[in-house]
């Protein structure tokens, strides 16, 4: 069958499925989770995968759920995927009263592109002209919050890695998967917009505690070792550190105070914070968190308190494949007639997706139809079929590109593509991470 034909039926099928599709990203907007727990979320993924007749596999990185669509010849895998969790945004009108938990960055668009991606498919049966496998998976705790929870989990013996894609990968989920498409809601972004970009940061995480001596705040503050000032002394160190960071590097360093210390009229003898150190690329990190960690003990020096820094893998920088990109815009294209294609150059923000970047093909494009800034109360999507229905037809359609005609669009990707890591590589880099 022509491949113009081919992706006319997807598309069909795709505007057939609108309503359920929202349906579902409606569904997890109205039910957020945090990472590493979505499992409402996990369990509507399956849900409606069943519908489609896919058999979906769970478990992966704890709520992952994978599924595959056959084509008739065997040949590559090109998944196409979603992030289930949410993330803290307590003052959004659809927060978790309990958890703060809310979909303020459109992972539940995510979610309905890919599962709108996979209705254009299994419905459509397409599956029969095409070379290989495609596979749709949901995909965990994307953001790289409660970090003391996530901790936890590892020593539990459940997790290796702290965020999803690189557990994901530690597990060898993405072994059977030779390249990778996942969209993201754009900021501010109301008309119907596909924004390409090349690259993103990436980060590591730290933990850090200042161990000081209690005393009566008042009558006898010069018994204790304020760690609070310690703190602050090392939040002020890594403030005037900041004028040596190249521009070229697109370094930030954002801490939180996790703890300030126990109560008012004590001195405060344990205070602990959570930061990231993040860059454009690895040798930039890690040239920045080694003055970053040279700063927060300076704090806990000048006050005689103890500093205890721990680091932490985080995320490596994306670097998106140029010719998946290519047909990306191509078939947004054709999904829209008109469609404002804009340069989204480099992404400050970062995206476990950098880590699959690493070992197969990868895009990480940017979609319109939303407005607000990302991560905040004001965001929310205003237009379904440009946010969602749009990238899911895309996708679909590049899948039919990359599988037609014996796969060859696929075959010459993979031929063309020199991973910066292999699989092993990219877990003994992560691992070299803990507690350097």
Aim: charged share 25%.
């Amino acid at each position: 069958m022509d491949k113009d034909l081919l992706k006319a039926k997807v598309c069909a099928a795709i505007d057939d499925s609108a309503a359920e599709i929202e349906a579902l990203a409606n569904s997890i907007a109205d039910e957020p989770e945090l990472g590493f727990k979505e499992v409402k979320t996990s369990a509507k993924v399956v849900d409606f995968f069943r519908a489609l007749g896919l058999e979906p596999q769970t478990g992966f990185a704890i709520n992952g759920v994978k599924a595959r669509a056959k084509g008739s010849k065997p040949g590559p895998t090109a998944a196409v995927i979603g992030e289930l969790d949410a993330v803290g945004c307590p003052d959004s009108c659809k927060a978790d009263p309990m958890t703060g938990a809310a979909h303020a960055c459109g992972h539940n668009l995510q979610i309905a592109a890919m599962a709108g991606a996979a209705c254009g498919i299994m419905k459509s049966g397409v599956m029969e002209e095409l070379a290989g496998d495609a596979v749709f998976f949901a995909v965990p705790a994307e953001e790289y919050i409660e970090i003391a929870y996530r901790k936890k989990l590892r020593e539990q013996g459940k997790l290796h890695f702290l965020s999803g894609k690189g557990q994901l990968i530690y597990e060898g989920a993405f072994d059977d998967i030779d390249m990778a498409m996942q969209m993201h809601a754009d900021k501010n972004m109301p008309e119907p917009t596909v924004s390409v970009g090349e690259s993103s940061n990436g980060f590591l995480g730290k933990t850090v505690r200042y161990v000081g001596k209690t005393a009566h705040a008042a009558d006898a503050p010069d018994e204790g070792i304020n760690a609070l000032n310690a703190a602050m002394l090392g939040l002020m160190g890594i403030n005037a550190l900041r004028e040596t960071f190249r521009e070229d590097d697109v370094v930030r360093v954002h801490p939180i105070i996790t703890k300030g210390g126990d109560f008012v009229n004590s001195v405060p003898a344990d205070v602990r914070m959570e930061l990231y150190v993040r860059a454009k690329t690895m040798a930039a990190i890690e040239k920045t968190h080694k003055k970053v960690d040279a700063a927060l003990k300076a704090g806990g020096d000048a006050i005689g308190a103890e500093t205890i820094i721990e680091t932490l893998p985080g995320m490596m920088p994306l670097s998106c494949n140029a010719r998946l990109n290519e047909l990306f815009v191509e078939n947004s294209k054709v999904a829209w007639p008109g469609i404002a294609i804009k340069d989204a150059g480099h992404f400050s923000a970062s995206t476990d997706m950098g880590d699959v970047s690493h070992i197969i093909p990868v895009i990480h494009p940017f979609i319109g139809g939303t407005n607000g800034l990302l991560h905040t109360a004001d965001f929310k999507a205003v237009d379904f079929k440009a946010a969602v229905l749009l990238p899911a037809k895309a996708f679909a359609m590049t899948l039919i590109d990359l599988l037609y005609d014996e796969a060859q669009e696929a075959k010459a990707i993979i031929d063309n593509f020199e991973p910066i890591l292999t699989k092993e590589e990219y877990i003994k880099k992560s691992e070299s991470y803990f507690s350097n």
